[in-house]
């Protein structure tokens, strides 16, 4: 048996003189992880952050001694003899009446067929791509002596005929086939061109390259940047060789490839690039090949920035509808950074390949791809892109959910070695986000709006560590009071403040422990940040012990459009702790301004047209 071994190169940067450029190559490699994407390897320990102000021009990082420095590409992966794991891509055409509710399936020999189905998911809809996995095939390629496609409706139903435009084949993430003119129909009845099994003559033969738009069908998206490093998610068609290339110029004159990887289908073909060390404070321009092919543009990326810097971030949640135009209106925005506070999606499963299928189908959009592979992104979810609406963690399917996640976001980490989840901490010069998951420790409330279709880890009554879990709640304290950033935004799909029930008011035991551990310590700088309930709020929570905590909720950003929905009111009530609401699609940009004698933090909330509806700045001495 061949055995295939993932690769992961990373170039180093070196000093501009005196130095053998032989002795300069370093090269790191790994076998991924089956739960998340393929990753470049990082240093284990962070260097000092450089405090000077940000360069742009090429000519500092010479001055400065840093020279980008080639990574070779990798040798072409090698692929076993025995299929491991088998990805079948399928494209409806786009004629009228061409999906189907039938069901097919496609089989590679006499007995060795594979249904396709992914559950929760309107597959096979007209002009519709999707990709169906199936791991532990462990079937030998020599047995493979066919490419059928067939219903599995009974001869004797007229049923609903399907048309294919294109099948493809991957073995182990290896294009083996592929064939865009099928030129049947598939079905039960009697139409010119229907036949119940459609059968390829040729076998396998690649008679085009994807059943994907591209080979590049998501991404490039970028994730939040470390001191020194810059990290780009991809996901492709098949296991192919993907590079991250860097330049100085905006042009991308002299652009070097920094960074390999090849993405797996235990994936779902995505993976994430990480730059080797750059220097601190630093703006690059970037653009991603896969098999050596690019007609991607380089695209300005930097190193983050240092803790003297003014930054502005951007955050939001609740993604319901298929059109998103505010993801192009946020990119003109000026934002250095975007935070997904949760309901990205609304698949609302708890199987795998609906989550896959989300988060392709989010992907594949062109405002928010755009605003991706340029605004670098942090994420954590909330009850719909969990399980289901108000899910907690004794709903099925978290497991499967995370690893949907895992796979579709460039977040720094998720979760600790020993306790697995969508929680993270980034810093970004003058702030630090430190995003919570609130959904897969959450333990069970009677709460009458839990639609969980399965059942899952055994329910919790641990309420005395809220919606986090004993251990979680730990690394949050600990990660806000060791923080040294002027302002510390922590996040968390659910709102802190609010009276609903799926909110920290179900936990008010634990909300009072948390802001009360944070008093006790003496941490300035807190800024709560929320989203889920379809509008848009500034609150403010009295303390009677610490500074008044502050909770920043941005809700929905593609779900209710103003000119579609004029006469919206959920702001309607009064609410002793809310300062303002805005009813319809918005986000909140805060900017950080550490260079005032007071240093503020100015919430900002722009409606769907990026005008500016309300602001609020909270100077650092109303946080201590």
Known sequence: MRTWQSLTVLAVLVAGCGSDPEAERAQGGGSPDAQQPVDASVPDTEPARDATPPSDAGADAADAG????????????????????????????????AETDDPMEVCLSETRCFPLNLRDVDDFRNGGADVYQFEGVNM?????????????????????????????????????????????????????????????????KNACVTCQPSKLPGGPMLGAPGPDTVRAWVRTDATRPVGLFLSERPDGAGAVPVAWTTPRPEQDFAAVLTSPRLEANHRYFYRVSVDGETSQPFRPVRTAPSDATKVKLGFGSCSRDAAQ????????????????????????????????FEYRA???????????????ALATWDDHDFVANNSDGACGGREDALRGFREAWPNPSFGTPTTPGAFTRSRFGPV??????????????????RSCTLDGAPISTDFANGPLGAEQFTWLVDAIATSTATFKLVGCGSL??????????????????????????????????SG???????????????YDMIELVSSPLAQFPKATNPTRSVCAGTDARRRFCYDWDSFIAVEADPTLP???????????????????????????
């Open 496 to 529: 802190f403040t609010s009276n609903g029930i799926d909110s920290w008011a179900s936990f008010p035991e634990a909300r009072d422990r948390l802001f009360a551990d944070l008093a006790t310590r003496k941490v300035p700088g807190v800024v709560l940040v």
């Open 140 to 204: 030998p390629r020599a047995e493979v002596d066919r490419v059928v496609l067939r219903t599995l409706s009974p001869a004797t139903t007229d049923n609903d005929r399907f048309t294919p435009a294109c099948l493809d084949l991957r073995f182990d993430g290896e294009p083996v086939y592929c064939n865009d003119a099928i030129g049947a129909h598939i079905g039960t009845g009697t139409s010119a061109d229907e036949v119940a099994s459609w059968r390829d003559p040729a076998g396998l």
């Open 598 to 624: 007071d240093p503020t933090l100015t919430a900002t909330v722009h409606d769907e047209v990026g005008a500016a509806v309300f602001s609020y700045p909270i100077p650092s001495s109303r946080l201590r």
């Open 362 to 376: 989010l992907g594949a959009m062109g405002p928010r791809r755009d605003f991706l592979a340029n605004v670098p």
């Open 532 to 546: 889920d309930i379809h509008r848009t709020e500034v609150r403010v929570m009295p303390r009677a012990t610490g």
């Open 325 to 356: 135009p505010l993801f192009g209106v946020m990119k003109s925005a000026g934002l250095d950074l975007f935070l997904f506070l949760g309901d990205t999606h609304y698949g609302n499963s708890p199987y795998v390949e609906a989550h896959r």
């Open 66 to 97: 840093f020279v980008l420095v080639p990574a070779p590409q990798p040798p072409p992966p090698t692929f076993p003899a025995t299929i491991g794991t088998l990805s079948i891509g399928l494209r409806t055409g786009t004629i009228p009446n």
């Open 432 to 449: 630090e986000v430190i995003l919570a998951d609130c959904r897969y420790y959450r333990p069970r409330v009677n709460d009458p709006g």
